[in-house]
């Protein structure tokens, strides 16, 4: 299998032949290609801190910086342990894309600690928060790289890395971190935005291909922030989710769940194993399959047991290039991670705005705003895949690679 580096190269190469007829001068297209194959800055820190029994500890911490034409660089901040340089490269590529896929001025980035969050306590936690925020320092801040909460961090941890921030450079700066609790500037909103854009961008595929919103299954991979809201606000929208997963198992009913009280069964038991394995989850006879866990969940091996009709990645990279293809040929069509989970970062960039003006939107101002730009996206990628006969992967590679490349030739980097 691919590394997700190698596989997030391999979607960029597969555009280039569609781009070669949008640029007279191929030479310049050719080496913009081969600058988005490199991150702009990488940086590494082995983070100490004292554990609550008195022993020291150190996880390794990164900060990809891929590229910054289009804005400020962006990206959230993941703690994992199997988090790796290479899944920075490919995580902080893909928030390139998917900054220009909905056309908000931002570059991308992502940053990450090696580490098992469930295995510390909230004050260890609490240390490697600041920890990290002390190394990213000198290299972050509203107009040059703004981090944001992405696997197993959250507003607590934002808070904590802000304040730490602030406290080195002298001077409150909220738009230097979004997804921040309310209190301390975060947006309206912010919370469940991943899983409200993921809802639009379905209800517009449904509309485009003339399907009816009731008829139609829904099986979810993942139950972290955004599984849990992209379930409930779907059902909230009047599709059914039959079944829904964590990291042990999940629950299936064909009649339908009510996510809240999924919620409750969560919190009791700690897990969601209850009667199907993921694996089960991923073939089930749904209309669609909404992977939002990890990446790689669909590979080769399991990509020809799916049944689903459509697969709205609400992870990112959850689908390797191999799985894909398999998929096409079955007739499966997949709307990409950068178009079908970038409310969340949309909803950041609102965040932004509203702390670099020091003026604040309600609720209804957020989700008004966010819907168009969702929807818009979702509608030039459907016109590239009619004109250019291309997947939507393809498509939305196609209007947004296009995006980078053309800001990185007005500043003359080619
Ligand atoms: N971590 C989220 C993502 O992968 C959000 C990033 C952001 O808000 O900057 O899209």
Redesign the pocket.
Known sequence: MLSAFDSAKKQLDQVVLLLEGEYQDREKLHKAIGLLKKPQNFYRKALKIKLDDGKNASFPAFRCQYNNARGPF???IRFHPNVSEDEMKA?AFW?TV?CAVVGIPYGGSKGGVIVDPSALSSAELKRLANKYAEFITPFVGPWID?????VNTNGQIMAWMLETYEKKIGTHAPAAF??KPIALGGSQGREEA?GLGGVFVLEEYVKSKKLKVKSLTIAVQGFGNVGYWFAKLAGEAGFRVAAISDSSGGIYDKKGLDIDEIAKIKEKKGSLRINITNEELLGLDVDVLVPAALENAIQKPNAKNIKAKLVLEMA?GPTTPEAEEILFKAGIDVIPDVLA??G??TV?YFEWVQNLHGYYWTKEEVDKKLKPIMTSAFNDIQQAVEDKKAPYRKAAYFLAVKRIIDAMILRGRV
């Open positions: 962006k990206g959230g995580l928030m998917k703004v981090p944001a909460p992405d979004t997804g991943t990112n989970n970038a969340g970062v950041s």
